[in-house]
């Protein structure tokens, strides 16, 4: 990826100090919640078919070395803020921030670890509508063809051509909870959540792995809508 040409510099020059001058001072946001787990076991033991653990995933970034050290300097690693609920996944100290073509920005976008072979930003549709961007909805690693973005970090700026997504929803589950609940990987569910604002979401994709814990992912316009908690009432719907 390259630095930024197509925004003036000295608009990405004013971003860059404002944004940062406020990231360096202010304390960071916890801005992804870890889900509690099913009984306090490992993944597949102690299944309740209707309180699988909600992850509701906040605007994030997944980025690779190159990327990185152009955001944040030569031989910067990514330091960890706090592990997630997946197993081997962080949230990381370092934030970015984000630049759409309306010249609107988004703040203390938190970089999620480890490190991957390509770079990738995940928002909702609001921030979407927001940015002023086309951020197709699509499934994590997806990014053909996908929205461009203006990343700004600390020691640097990146013009993403294509790697903007709104993440499909989805339900990860290890091969043990896939065949308790009769279903294989790719498979398109329904799924019920329940309480004052129920809400039955369509369309929402089976990722199946040995190295995940059952959990249903939403972004947080679907958590919002559902008014969402990661107790909450969940029910399966297969098609």
Same mark, same amino acid.
């Given at each position: 990826?390259?630095?930024?040409s197509?925004i003036?510099q ?6 860059i ?10 304390r ?7 889900p ?6 490992e993944?597949?033991e102690?299944?309740?078919p ?5 992850g509701v995933s906040?605007?994030?970034m997944?980025?690779c070395?190159?990327?990185?050290e ?5 031989g ?5 803020y706090?592990?997630?609920y ?5 949230a990381? /100290?370092?934030?970015?921030?984000i630049?759409g ?6 703040e203390? =976008? !938190? +970089?999620l670890?480890?490190? *991957? ?5 995940e ?7 927001y940015?002023?961007?086309d951020?197709?909805l699509r499934?994590?690693?997806?990014i053909s063809g996908?929205?461009s973005?203006?990343?700004v ?5 990146l ?6 997504i709104r993440?499909?929803?989805?339900i990860h589950?290890?091969?043990?909870e896939?065949?308790?609940?009769g279903?294989k990987n790719?498979d398109v569910? /329904?799924?019920?959540v329940g309480?004052?604002?129920a809400?039955t979401?369509?369309?929402v994709v =089976? !990722? +199946?792995s040995?190295k995940? *814990?059952l959990?249903?992912h939403?972004?947080t ?7 969402i908690?990661c107790?909450?009432d969940i029910?399966i719907?297969?098609e």
């Amino acid at each position: 990826m390259n630095k930024a040409s197509s925004i003036d510099q000295e608009i990405i020059e004013r971003i860059i100090k404002e944004v940062f001058e406020k990231i360096g001072h202010e304390r960071l946001a916890a801005e992804v919640p870890i889900p509690r787990t099913i009984g306090g076991g490992e993944a597949g033991e102690m299944i309740n078919p209707k309180q699988i653990p909600v992850g509701v995933s906040v605007r994030h970034m997944h980025i690779c070395k190159e990327d990185f050290e152009v955001l944040y300097g030569p031989g910067k690693e990514l330091t960890v803020y706090r592990d997630l609920y997946q197993p081997g996944e962080f949230a990381a /100290k370092e934030t970015v921030a984000i630049v759409g073509p309306k010249m609107r920005l988004l703040e203390r =976008i !938190r +970089i999620l670890g480890p490190m *991957r072979k390509f770079s990738q930003i995940e928002i909702a549709k609001t921030d979407s509508v927001y940015l002023g961007i086309d951020a197709p909805l699509r499934m994590s690693g997806d990014i053909s063809g996908s929205a461009s973005i203006t990343v700004v970090g600390p020691k640097g700026v990146l013009q993403l051509k294509e790697g903007c997504i709104r993440g499909m929803r989805h339900i990860h589950m290890n091969p043990g909870e896939a065949k308790y609940f009769g279903l294989k990987n790719g498979d398109v569910v /329904k799924v019920r959540v329940g309480g004052p604002s129920a809400v039955t979401f369509e369309n929402v994709v =089976i !990722r +199946i792995s040995d190295k995940v *814990r059952l959990q249903l992912h939403l972004d947080t316009d679907e958590g919002n809508v559902a008014d969402i908690n990661c107790s909450q009432d969940i029910e399966i719907i297969k098609e």
